[in-house]
Antibody, heavy 116, light 108 residues
Framework: EVQLVESGGGLIQPGGSLRLSCTASEFTVSDNYMSWVRQAPGKGLEWVSL???????YYADSVKGRFTISRDNSKNTVYLQMNSLRAADSAVYYC??????????WGQGTLVTVSS | EIVLTQSPGTLSLSPGERATLSCRASQSVSSSYLAWYQQKPGQAPRLLIYGASTRATGTPDRFSGSGSGTDFTLTISRLEPEDFAVYHCQQYGSSLYTFGQGTKLEIK
């Protein structure tokens, strides 16, 4: 069964760092384009970052320079390194495969709360 | 970046009625790379439509997508009780993906 399991969320102080993980089962992350999407409480979806099969990465303007997406092929895992966190970064973070394609698939999300 | 504006913000209808949801882009969406998602409380979004008009696997045929360029529409022909949810449009025609702010479809 295809699965995406996010982990690494939690409570962090403003200015702190956190690394989210997204581990895939039954498919290979490096064969797909993988995204992070977030949703603040009661708000809409916001695309955060994307890593293509070839390793090229893209970021939303709101996180560029602070967040880094990467993957470890040996662990079949995608990461989101989040630095200089702000209250506005508080959200459920979803990992997703091949957004907008027939192979579109989402994890259940991990909650990040940035607060002192 | 391409800004997507969904309207209305909230749509109140009764089961059996027809729902029409709009998604307007600030610039043309390349190759109609526009998707629609349904999201229910506490759940991850679920893909309904991709390529502006192609139903994803498992999407009932009462859901249809149309449009091109900057104007896109999701239509639900006859609302079922399970259709009341939040609907998001998303463009993936540029490498900087974006979502609309969502339309909440509620029971009248």
């Amino acid at each position: 069964e295809v699965q995406l399991v996010e982990s690494g969320g939690g409570l962090i102080q403003p200015g702190g760092s956190l690394r989210l993980s997204c581990t895939a089962s039954e498919f290979t992350v490096s064969d797909n384009y993988m995204s992070w999407v977030r949703q603040a409480p009661g708000k809409g979806l916001e695309w955060v970052s994307l890593i293509y099969r070839g390793g090229i990465t893209y970021y939303a303007d709101s996180v560029k320079g602070r967040f880094t997406i990467s993957r470890d092929n040996s662990k079949n895992t995608v990461y989101l390194q989040m630095n200089s966190l702000r209250a506005a970064d508080s959200a459920v973070y979803y990992c997703a495969r091949d957004l907008g394609s027939p192979r579109d698939f989402w994890g259940q999300g991990t909650l990040v709360t940035v607060s002192s | 970046e391409i800004v997507l504006t969904q309207s209305p913000g909230t749509l109140s209808l009764s089961p059996g009625e027809r729902a029409t949801l709009s998604c307007r882009a600030s610039q043309s969406v390349s190759s109609s790379y526009l998707a629609w998602y349904q999201q229910k409380p506490g759940q991850a979004p679920r893909l309904l439509i991709y390529g502006a008009s192609t139903r994803a696997t498992g999407t009932p045929d009462r859901f249809s997508g149309s449009g091109s360029g900057t104007d896109f529409t999701l239509t639900i022909s006859r609302l079922e009780p399970e259709d009341f949810a939040v609907y998001h449009c998303q463009q993936y025609g540029s490498s900087l993906y974006t979502f609309g702010q969502g339309t909440k479809l509620e029971i009248k």
